[in-house]
């Protein structure tokens, strides 16, 4: 799926994916919202249903980050979890947050290490949470590219 999705050229040549599987819960609330494909095309491949669903999510988590940056400064994000292996994901998800994403170096330990930090704050181990930096290594930084917020914001 990855390679499909890495052959299709960003915004999926009009397949845009809504991911409100369960319905949507941030940055507002509605159970009723469904999940849906739009323009979807007598030609359209897998790859375009592919990485729309990756967009999809990806845009979500922008608006998301919107809410966050009102009251917070953010320069990059560390990118955890089974989706981090991907480059295509990566990638993606810089070009539409517009922000350098941190890729962790253990990426299926990251919300492990994440519980135990929050529970060290909470339990007055660590001081506060820039204890994080002394856990969290990244393995590789990947910058947006620029050439295709054209095509993102559009």
Not at 106 to 133: K, W, Y
Not at 135 to 154: N, Q
Request: with cysteine; charged share 20%.
């Amino acid at each position: 799926m990855d390679a499909l999705a890495g052959q299709t050229p960003p915004g999926s040549r009009g397949t845009v994916f809504l991911p409100y599987i369960a319905g949507e819960r941030s940055p507002w609330y509605d159970h009723r919202l469904n999940a849906s494909f739009l323009g979807l095309r007598q030609d359209c491949a897998a790859g375009e249903l592919i990485r729309s669903v990756m967009e999809g999510v990806a845009f979500n988590l922008a608006l998301i980050l919107d809410t966050i940056r009102k009251d917070a400064q953010v320069d990059t994000l560390t990118l955890i979890g089974g989706g981090a292996r991907s480059r295509v994901w990566q990638q993606i998800l810089a070009d539409i947050l517009e922000t350098p994403i941190l890729v962790a170096e253990n990426v299926h330990e990251g919300t492990s290490l994440g519980a135990a930090m929050i529970a060290g704050v909470g339990a007055g181990i660590f001081p506060d949470f820039s204890v994080c930096r002394r856990f969290i290594r990244s393995s590789r930084t990947v910058r947006p590219d620029e050439r295709t917020f054209v095509v993102y914001r559009r």
